[in-house]
């Protein structure tokens, strides 16, 4: 790309300290403005999609558990769901609630590892240790319950595949409680905080009709005011005999994001609960089933928002086609609406703000416009800063601490 | 609004130019001809409140290269799938990212894996092949894992 006079490009990535993921940014900034977004992803391709080709049912929840080292369950109870479109079967109803509980228990755990992330991105690194510290013991508990910190490989077509041992079950409620506690303090401080508020607010706002016309989903959705809950709208597992409700926001912006994803650990918890005092007896799955020719669509609502799995079976014991859409994949290519306008320094929080899974994930381009602006020398930079502080102290009705020249 | 509703109005509307089936109440599927995407995808929009952009899938057919466009509408639990088949050996659809930009990113990963050419695409360049990759198509069925390996070798240097 290259750059009018007043036009720089700073690149972020693929490998770079801020990205848990390989992901290319490349930003053209005019002064601190960023005018235009190129983002470059697929260094992680792993052929997911053709590998389920040659995989059996059976194999394959297994398989997809591994397309994203965070949203596990989001991908295998996926395909279920598919499957058992397809099918056009319900399954027992203590499968559905295992499925709810790990389902539930993974989107704790997934929120807090964001809410401390955000944090590390804008150098509140108390807010990192504290939610990460808390997100240890919900790990513990799905450990404890299915075997392994992540992938539980519980889903099957047709139910689930193992039973989780109900003597736990208290202890897992005493977890919920230290939890519960620390998610409402934590929502409190970000709340009250008159400096996270200054530095997010107003950072990275999305419309409710660029949500539409971007195809946004899940909590980032959520923030802008748009309902939309795949727990809501076509009820899966356990969620349609359950009273939560779906968290929204009216502002778009990053706090709003961030405060949408608080509330929803609260529900989230409020679920959980809901599943240990109600827990069914019964039957755990289908057995094996065969699979007729015909095609299923399955969503989810994982951490992040809709995620949909296409299902076409020929008849054959493995599948003709799986595609694979993770919510990510339209979150990230919104970049291009929240990005453009946005100071440099606030990108970053903007581009973590809907919590980008780059593993689901795949490359943008954007350009918009050229202007004539004219380079500026290092003290028009001072100066512009300077300018900026001032406003910002107006607005906060705080005494400048600078004396402005 | 549920799939059957929807079926027979756009049975009503377009008549043998839409044929919808509906699986469930929350499932509708509507097989098109490629120069009959824009005028449904149109009235959806006008008509169908909460409509959004999901995601597409391309497919190696027998008939040609099939494009499902999904169409999920938020509040419900009603997915619409638009069905287009291209024939080959050269397969062309009207781009549906000049409607609604969430298209955009999903239409170049179908051109980049399969080959489809969507025609009228803002910004038709590669998103998940490199530039170095050579101009097959790894979802084709005639795709060959060992010539590929043959020409690019086990670990190529883009």
Not at chain 1, 90 to 99: C, F, H, L, S, V
Not at chain 1, 122 to 145: H, Q, S
Not at chain 1, 196 to 220: I, N, S, Y
């Amino acid at each position: 790309m290259k750059a009018p006079s007043s036009r720089r490009v700073v690149q972020i990535g693929p490998f770079h300290p801020l990205l848990e993921e390989p992901v290319g940014f490349a930003l053209a900034v005019e002064g601190e403005t960023v005018v235009d977004v190129d983002a470059r992803m697929d260094y992680i391709h792993k052929g997911i999609e053709i590998l389920a080709q040659q995989r059996t049912y059976d194999m394959l929840p297994i398989l997809l558990e591994r397309i994203c080292g965070i949203c596990s369950v989001t991908h295998s109870v996926c395909f279920c769901n598919a499957a058992e479109d397809l099918l056009g079967i319900d399954i027992p109803p203590r499968a559905n609630y295992i499925r709810t509980i790990i389902g539930e228990l993974e989107r704790v755990h997934s929120h807090l590892l964001w809410v401390g992330l955000a944090g590390h991105f804008i150098g509140y690194n108390t807010v990192f240790m504290w939610a990460w510290k808390y997100r240890e013991p919900v790990c513990d508990v799905f450990e404890m319950l299915t075997g392994h910190r992540q992938n539980s490989a519980l889903p099957m077509v047709g139910g689930v595949r193992r039973d989780i041992p109900e003597k736990y079950f208290p202890e897992a409620q005493k977890t919920l409680d230290m939890v519960e506690g620390k998610v409402k303090m934590l929502t409190d401080a970000v709340l009250d905080d008159p400096v996270l508020k200054a530095r997010l607010k107003g950072v990275g706002v999305l419309t409710p009709q660029e949500v539409m016309d971007w195809g946004v989903v899940g909590p980032t959705a959520r923030a802008s005011g748009v309902d939309t809950d795949v727990r809501r709208d076509e009820p899966y597992a356990a969620y349609g005999e359950l009273d939560w409700d779906v968290c929204l926001t009216e502002n778009g912006d990053v706090f709003d994001k961030a405060v949408v994803r608080l509330l929803e650990l609260q529900e989230s918890i409020k679920i959980l609960r809901q599943c240990f005092d109600n827990m069914p007896k019964g039957d755990l799955n289908l057995g094996m089933l065969h699979m007729p020719r015909g095609e299923g669509i399955g969503r989810y609502e994982a951490p992040r928002g809709e995620d949909i799995h296409y299902l076409r079976s020929n008849g054959t014991n493995m599948p003709e086609r799986l595609k694979v859409r993770a919510p990510s994949y339209t979150n990230v290519a919104s970049f291009k609406a929240s990005c453009l306008g946005e100071k440099i320094s606030d990108v970053t929080i903007t581009l973590a703000a809907c919590d980008p899974c780059y593993s689901c994930t795949e490359r943008t381009a954007v350009v918009r416009g050229t202007d004539d602006q004219p380079e500026r020398t290092f003290g028009d930079l001072v100066r512009l800063s300077q300018a900026e502080t001032r406003r910002v102290a107006d607005e906060m009705g705080r005494p400048h601490d600078l004396q402005l020249t | 609004m549920d799939a059957e509703v929807l079926s027979r109005q756009l049975t009503e509307t377009f008549g043998d130019d839409a044929s919808c089936v509906a699986r469930s109440v929350k499932r509708l599927y509507v097989a098109l001809k490629p120069d009959g995407l824009y005028p449904v995808f149109d009235w959806l929009q006008e008509n169908v409140p909460g409509l959004r952009f999901g995601t597409s899938t391309a497919m190696d057919l027998r008939e040609g290269v099939g494009v499902w466009h999904h169409l999920p509408v938020n509040k419900t639990p009603l997915v619409i799938t638009l069905k287009v088949v291209a024939p080959k050996p050269d397969p062309r659809i009207p781009s549906l990212a000049v409607k609604v930009p969430a298209a955009a990113w999903i239409e170049r990963e179908m051109t980049d894996l399969v080959g489809v050419v969507f025609d009228g695409h803002p910004e038709p360049h590669r998103l998940v092949k490199a530039e170095a990759f050579p101009d097959t198509f790894p979802l084709r069925r005639d795709f060959d894992v060992a010539k590929f390996k043959e020409e690019i070798g086990e670990s190529p240097e883009f």
